[in-house]
């Protein structure tokens, strides 16, 4: 058979084979998940160093480490209780879920529909947010805290969470930076923001996927990314855009009252 006769052949065949489509990559947990992402707002050469910026990850037998194992060994007896489901109900770190976990603070629902413009800002925002938790995660490859003592965590223990470094926590770096974000487009409700922000991370704590230092560390990592964000032209127009959008949902309502208020009489609660 000629050499013409076999390269026909052989692209009639990859004419005829399925085209192979590139699977993507398994979400790492304790990571924000690639959910419909947009490009970051800032590039390699204006992101800030976290790795640099952050304090180290406690050492298991330092002063702080053995904080973090007394915590993580104190609030197992939470296990039952509502903070307990509120915790459960924080593992969600979804557009959606966000939103609707911020809807007490405002006071009105937030949705996907309802503020695009704020949904466009946080799918730029969560590449900035995944940057400036993947070197520090990486670089100190600290486990989590149900690796080292007993107890029941409030989600599946699975190989790939096992695998997943303690600090900073991405989930609670996550929650921070839109609390800070919701807390500047409705100054109003700053302190309710905030306060559930706090609550978000430490639900991170509480479910006993983190320690409490992780969440710690993840809130100034929230606060340097978020202040980058501020020098860049394009993220304070995504700001501006979606300010009166926020303002209009505020205070409008649609909660459930009686949910909201146990809500808030959980996340003012101490629990460590």
Not at 128 to 149: M, T
């Amino acid at each position: 058979m000629s050499s013409r006769v076999f390269a026909l052949a052989a692209l009639a065949l990859a004419a005829a084979a399925p085209a192979s489509t590139p699977q993507p990559a398994p979400p790492t947990p304790g990571v924000p998940a690639p959910i419909s992402r947009l490009p970051a707002y800032l590039d390699e050469a204006h992101a800030p160093d976290t790795l640099a910026l952050l304090p180290p990850a406690p050492g298991p037998a330092s002063l702080r480490g053995l904080a973090d194992r007394l915590v993580f060994r104190g609030t197992r007896s939470l296990k039952g209780t509502a903070r307990w489901d509120l915790a459960k109900n924080d593992v969600d770190e979804g557009y959606a879920a966000v939103l609707r976990d911020f809807s007490c603070a405002v006071g009105g629902r937030l949705t996907t529909d309802n503020a695009p413009r704020l949904v466009t800002i946080l799918r730029h925002m969560r590449n900035d947010v995944v940057a400036a938790v993947n070197r520090p995660k990486e670089h100190y490859q600290r486990q989590r805290p149900f690796l080292l003592d007993r107890g029941d965590i409030c989600v599946e223990r699975t190989v790939g969470l096992e695998m997943s470094p303690d600090y900073p926590s991405g989930h609670a770096t996550w929650g921070w930076s839109i609390g800070l974000l919701l807390a500047e487009l409705d100054p109003a409700h700053a302190t309710q923001i905030l306060a559930r922000a706090r609550a978000f991370g430490e639900s991170r704590v509480i479910c006993g996927v983190h320690n409490a230092s992780a969440i710690e560390a993840a809130r100034m990592n929230a606060s340097i990314v978020v202040a980058a964000l501020h020098g860049d032209p394009a993220f304070r127009a995504d700001m501006d855009a979606a300010r009166p959008e926020v303002g209009a949902l505020a205070s409008s309502g649609g909660t459930d009252a009686s949910a909201c208020a146990a809500e808030t009489r959980l996340v003012n609660k101490t629990y460590w």
